[in-house]
């Protein structure tokens, strides 16, 4: 089981960045996926998170609107379309993945997850 994380980089404000993370060792429709960032020197926080069957997408507040988590089962790959409007999106992110049940309850819990890919960094220049 795996998962890479890509896409990361220098971005203005005001542009946009999509990252991709790209599974395999396990089928699809057998794992939700979330989002995570943590920025220097502050804590790992939510970000968004898509169901198994991609049908329900949840976001933080700080991103709602603004980023977009969709995924190609066809090819085992989930994006999160960024449209960067704040210095503080510049963190390290990663994707994760929950085989579990119940996955509303829990999509922004990160211990809940059970595997995690490594992260990309986003950085944000004004």
């Known amino acids: 089981v795996q998962l890479q994380a890509s896409g990361g980089g220098l971005v203005q404000t005001g542009g946009s ?5 790209a599974a395999s060792g396990f089928s699809s429709d057998r794992y939700a996926i979330g989002w995570f960032r943590q920025a220097p020197g502050k804590e790992r926080e939510f970000v968004a998170a ?3 069957s991609g049908g329900s997408t949840w976001y933080a507040d700080s991103v709602k ?3 977009t988590i969709f995924r190609d089962n066809a090819g085992d790959t989930l994006y999160l379309q960024m449209n960067i409007s704040k210095p503080e999106d510049t963190a390290i992110y990663s994707c994760a993945a929950s085989l579990g049940n119940s996955y509303s309850n829990y999509y922004s819990e990160y211990p809940r997850y059970d595997y995690w890919g490594q992260g ?3 950085t944000v220049s004004s």
Do not use: P
Request: glycine residues 8%; aromatic residues 8%.
């Open 65 to 67: 609107g603004r980023f």
């Open 120 to 122: 990309t960094l986003v």
């Open 50 to 52: 898509i169901s198994r």
């Open 17 to 21: 960045l999509r990252l991709s993370c």
